[in-house]
């Protein structure tokens, strides 16, 4: 009789970015465990004139956490906190605006772009590098980012 085991295989969509953490939040359902969550604008485009994609991430493993979890203090106090990330097993949302704005009105529905926020591999808060990954290669965007890029303004 032999012993053999099922592994299961995955796929796995990665999206590696450059961008600000905003609105770090701990979330607490009615039913399962509560987790963190966070808001990240991540810069696209030509440096000079970036624009931003937003989404909204739930924070994944103990390493991530503790990493966001450090900046929330900063993100609090409104300074520009510029993570290098990853993020995994993109997805979106719909739903409807409760109210008018400045692009939307009553009753539109919008998109709300989702995924899961795996790694942290730089921080830097009003352009001081705070934490940067060991085992990840520096790459030449990261260590050169301009931070001095204007929040986005959500």
Partial sequence: MSNSSTQKNFFNLHTQGLGYLNNIRLVEPKKGTPFYSCDIAALVGESS???YRFFNCNVV????????KRCQDAVNANKK???AFVMSDLWFD?????????NHKKGD??????????N???IKIDGELKY????EAKTEHVENANVELSAPQA
């Fill in 109 to 118: 529905t919008g998109v709300a772009l989702k995924g899961r926020l795996i």
């Fill in 132 to 135: 940067s990954s060991s085992t």
């Fill in 94 to 102: 719909t739903f409807t605006y409760q109210k008018d704005g400045k």
């Fill in 81 to 83: 906190v510029l993570v």
């Fill in 49 to 51: 004139q970036p624009e």
């Fill in 61 to 68: 493993g103990k390493d991530t956490e503790n990493l966001v």
């Fill in 120 to 122: 942290i591999k730089m």
